[in-house]
C-alpha cells in the first residue's frame, strides 16, 4: 500500500511538471481524466486557483463530457460567487455523478448560502453517505460549514458521528467544545475541552478558550489558570492577557490585573481600552492621581471617548475636586447624552456644589433612560422633598407608578414613601410585594437605606416566601 501511495504521488507530480513544461512551452499536451484530477488537485492545495483553473480549462477542452470534471468546474465558479449557475451544473450532474461527494457537499455548501439550512442538511448527509475512507475528513469539513453559518445545534449531530468514530480527533473535540459553546451548554463545552487538552496539552486556542467560559459562569481563578496556560504556550498571545486582566479585575485583584493590563498594551497597537481599563484599576486602589493620568492619556488618544471623561469625573469628585469633575462629566454627556450613568454622575456632582435643583434635572434625566436605578428614585425622592417641603409625595408615587407599572425599583420607590414618608405601613406592605414580586434582587438596597422596612413582619414573610 505504501508503495502503491509513492507510486500514485510521484505520478502525480511527473504530470504537473508535464502541465507546466507545456505552458512554458506553449504546446499542447494530452492528459487523461485523471491526471487532470491530480494536477488541479494538486494546484488547489497550493491554493494556486490561476494555475488550477488553467488545467480545468485544458482538461475540459480535451474531455468535455468528464463529469467530474464538470463538477470541479461547478465549484469554482460556485466560489467566484455565481452560486445560482453553480447549482445549476451540479444539478444537472448529480444523476451521473451520484457518488460524487464533493457534489454533494458543493450543493450543502450552495444551500447554506441561499438559507435553505433542510436543503443543506440533506446534500451534507447525502455526501456523508456515500463517503467511505475519507468519512471522518467529510464530517469535519460539514461542521466548519455549520459553524460558520452558526448552525451550532446541527454542526454538534455531525460532529457526534465523527466523535463516535475517532473519540480522540483533535480538530472535532475541538469545534464540538465550540459549538457547544455557542448553545450555553458550558459545562459539556468545558468538559471537551479538558478532554482535547488531554490530548494535546499545547493547545493554546484549547486553553483560551476553555478561560472564556470559566469567565462566563463567574469562575475567575479557573479562568486565570487557563490564560496562565496559554500564555505559557504563546507568550505573545495579547487577547489572553487582556482577558486575564478582566478576570482579575472581576476577582478584586486589581494590582495584580493592571499588570496584565500593562502586558497587553505591549502588544496592541490601538490600546486605548486596555488604558481606560487601567485607569478604572487605579482608582478602584484609590490611587486616584495614577487614575487621572490613564484617563488623560486615553483622553489624548479617543478625545471622543465618553468613558474616559465619566471616569476622570468621578475620580476627581472623589478627590473632593466637585467642580473640574463636573466638567469632565459635562464632556462625556456631549459626547453621549444616552447614558444613564453620566446624568447620575452629574446629579451628584451638581448636589455636591449646592445645586439641589439643577441635581434633581440630572436625575430624572438619568431615569428616564434607566428606570430600574432604585437608589436613583431613592435620591430623587429625597431631592424632591428638599426643594419643597409640602412636596405632593402621594401623587407624585400614583404618576410614576402609572408610568412605569412594570418597573420593580418604582413600586419599591412606592413602598418607601408609602412605608417611612407618608406612615402608611398597609400601602407601603402592599407596594413591597408588588416590587418583590417584579425583582426580588433589589431588597438589599432597600435594607440599606431603610432597614426597618425589610425587618416589619410582614415583609420579612412576603421575602421568606420565595426563599
Excluded at 468538559?191 to 499545547?202: D, E, G, V
Amino acid at each position: 500500500m505504501q508503495d502503491f501511495l509513492h507510486a500514485s504521488h510521484d505520478e502525480a507530480l511527473q504530470a504537473v511538471e508535464r502541465f507546466e513544461k507545456m505552458v512554458s512551452t506553449d504546446k499542447v499536451e494530452y492528459f487523461d481524466v485523471h491526471q487532470i484530477e491530480s494536477i488541479y488537485d494538486y494546484y488547489l492545495d497550493k491554493s494556486n486557483i490561476k494555475q488550477a483553473e488553467k488545467i480545468l480549462s485544458v482538461g475540459l477542452s480535451q474531455h468535455p463530457n468528464a463529469s467530474s470534471l464538470q463538477v470541479k468546474q461547478a465549484i469554482l465558479i460556485a466560489d467566484h460567487g455565481d452560486i445560482d449557475v453553480a447549482h445549476k451544473m451540479l444539478l444537472s450532474i448529480i444523476p451521473i455523478e451520484s457518488t460524487n461527494v464533493d457534489a454533494f457537499m458543493s450543493l450543502g455548501w450552495i444551500m447554506l448560502q441561499k438559507n435553505n439550512y433542510k436543503q443543506a442538511i440533506s446534500y451534507f448527509n447525502k455526501a456523508v453517505d456515500i463517503s467511505f475512507e475519507d468519512k471522518n475528513d467529510i464530517l469535519l469539513e460539514i461542521t466548519y460549514n455549520l459553524n460558520q453559518y452558526e448552525l451550532y445545534l446541527e454542526s454538534i449531530i455531525f460532529l457526534e458521528r465523527l466523535l463516535e468514530n475517532v473519540p480522540d480527533h483533535e480538530n472535532a473535540l475541538f469545534e464540538y467544545a465550540f459549538s457547544l459553546d455557542k448553545i450555553l451548554e458550558y459545562e459539556k463545552s468545558i468538559k471537551a475541552y479538558q478532554k482535547l487538552l488531554n490530548i494535546n496539552p499545547f493547545s493554546e486556542n484549547g486553553w483560551y478558550n476553555l478561560g472564556i467560559i470559566y469567565n462566563k459562569l463567574g469562575n475567575f481563578l479557573e479562568a486565570n489558570k487557563a490564560y496562565d496556560f496559554t500564555l505559557a504556550i504563546n507568550p505573545q498571545h495579547e487577547e489572553a492577557y487582556f482577558n486575564k486582566g478582566n478576570s482579575l479585575v472581576q476577582s478584586g485583584c486589581f494590582k495584580e490585573a493592571i499588570e496584565a493590563y500593562i502586558e497587553h498594551t505591549t502588544m496592541c497597537r490601538d490600546a486605548y481600552l486596555t488604558y481606560q481599563y487601567i485607569a478604572d484599576c487605579w482608582e478602584q486602589l484609590k490611587n486616584f492621581d495614577m487614575a487621572i493620568r490613564f484617563y488623560q492619556l486615553v483622553i489624548k488618544m479617543k478625545p471622543k471617548q465618553g468613558d474616559a471623561w465619566y471616569g476622570m469625573g468621578t475620580t476627581l469628585m472623589e478627590t473632593e475636586n466637585y467642580q473640574s469633575g463636573l466638567q469632565a462629566i459635562d464632556q462625556a454627556i456631549t459626547i453621549n447624552p444616552l447614558n444613564a450613568d453620566y446624568w447620575f454622575a452629574h446629579a451628584r456632582g451638581l448636589f455636591e456644589l449646592d445645586k439641589a435643583e439643577d441635581a434633581s434635572r440630572s436625575l430624572e434625566n438619568g431615569l428616564n433612560l434607566d428606570p430600574h436605578e432604585l437608589t436613583g428614585w431613592f435620591e430623587l425622592l429625597k431631592l424632591k422633598m428638599i426643594l419643597n417641603k409640602e412636596f405632593p409625595i402621594s401623587a407624585y408615587i400614583n404618576e410614576l407608578c402609572e408610568q412605569y407599572g412594570h418597573v420593580a425599583a418604582v413600586h419599591y420607590l412606592s413602598a418607601v414613601a408609602y412605608y417611612h414618608y407618608l406612615e402608611n405601613k398597609t400601602e407601603g406592605i402592599k407596594a413591597f410585594k408588588v416590587a418583590f414580586e417584579l425583582d426580588p434582587d433589589c431588597v438589599q438596597d432597600v435594607s440599606n437605606d431603610y432597614p426597618e422596612i425589610v425587618s416589619n413582619e410582614e415583609i420579612l414573610q412576603i421575602i421568606n416566601s420565595k426563599q
